[in-house]
């Protein structure tokens, strides 16, 4: 009898140790499972935010570059006017594209553009300058944007010989990307009042 209680005691002093160590051993894991969880769920909105910046400054640097390629229309138009160049001052637009010249003279479609622009080359001498400024880049869609700017034609000849130091010319178009590059769809083109004093315009 006496042997029979020793063995029920031992037999429940192993029990209860086997519960406490089953009690000691799960506490922890019940400790790192939220633990665990927490980390993971730091670790995806990390991840998240990584790619959420890295899409932006894409799409940033996108733009950057479309907006580049969009001035560069102006500024090789400028270019091709100096150089006397109506096939490139034309090619900047798109084949059914429009353009309506400071004088007010509307014209559709490179062909007309060229036949408009090659008698201008006549006011164009060998201190004849252009340049655009003033840049404002508006995109409507990532496809279209609208661009206002200021076009300032320096030393060209006059109607009656006589030098013109500067022309201020309000200069409007709509950029459209065509395939792998931007074209002008649509240019407006409107004198400004010429500056007081052409030297402080310049600069």
């Given at each position: 009898?006496?042997?029979?209680e020793?063995?029920?005691?031992?037999?429940?002093?192993?029990r209860?140790?086997?519960?406490?160590?089953?009690?000691?051993?799960?506490?922890?894991?019940?400790?790192?499972?939220?633990?665990?969880?927490?980390?993971q769920?730091?670790?995806?909105a990390f991840?998240?935010?990584?790619l959420?910046i890295?899409?932006?400054?894409?799409?940033?640097?996108?733009?950057?570059?479309?907006?580049?390629a969009?001035?560069?229309?102006?500024?090789?138009?400028a270019?091709?006017?100096?150089?006397?160049?109506?096939?490139?001052?034309?090619?900047?637009?798109?084949?059914?594209?429009?353009?309506?010249?400071?004088?007010?003279?509307?014209?559709?479609?490179?062909?007309?553009?060229v036949?408009?622009?090659?008698?201008?080359?006549?006011?164009?001498?060998?201190?004849?300058?252009?340049?655009f400024?003033?840049?404002?880049?508006?995109?409507?869609?990532?496809?279209?944007?609208?661009?206002?700017?200021?076009?300032?034609?320096y030393?060209?000849?006059?109607?009656?010989?006589?030098?013109i130091?500067?022309?201020?010319?309000?200069?409007?178009?709509?950029a459209?990307?065509?395939?792998?590059r931007?074209?002008?769809q649509?240019?407006?083109?409107h004198?400004a009042?010429a500056?007081?004093?052409?030297?402080?315009?310049r600069?």
């Amino acid at each position: 009898m006496k042997t029979m209680e020793k063995q029920m005691k031992i037999s429940h002093t192993y029990r209860a140790a086997s519960i406490g160590t089953h009690t000691i051993d799960s506490a922890p894991r019940k400790h790192k499972s939220p633990l665990r969880g927490l980390m993971q769920g730091l670790g995806l909105a990390f991840l998240a935010c990584t790619l959420v910046i890295g899409a932006t400054g894409s799409a940033n640097a996108g733009e950057a570059r479309d907006e580049a390629a969009i001035r560069a229309l102006g500024d090789n138009f400028a270019k091709a006017f100096v150089q006397k160049n109506a096939e490139l001052r034309a090619s900047l637009f798109a084949e059914d594209g429009t353009f309506v010249t400071p004088v007010g003279n509307f014209l559709q479609g490179r062909v007309a553009m060229v036949k408009e622009f090659g008698p201008e080359a006549q006011a164009v001498n060998g201190t004849t300058q252009a340049a655009f400024s003033n840049y404002r880049v508006r995109f409507i869609k990532p496809d279209v944007a609208f661009v206002d700017a200021l076009l300032t034609v320096y030393n060209v000849n006059g109607p009656d010989g006589t030098i013109i130091p500067v022309i201020p010319i309000n200069f409007f178009y709509v950029a459209v990307r065509h395939g792998d590059r931007w074209l002008i769809q649509d240019g407006r083109a409107h004198f400004a009042p010429a500056p007081a004093n052409s030297m402080t315009f310049r600069n």
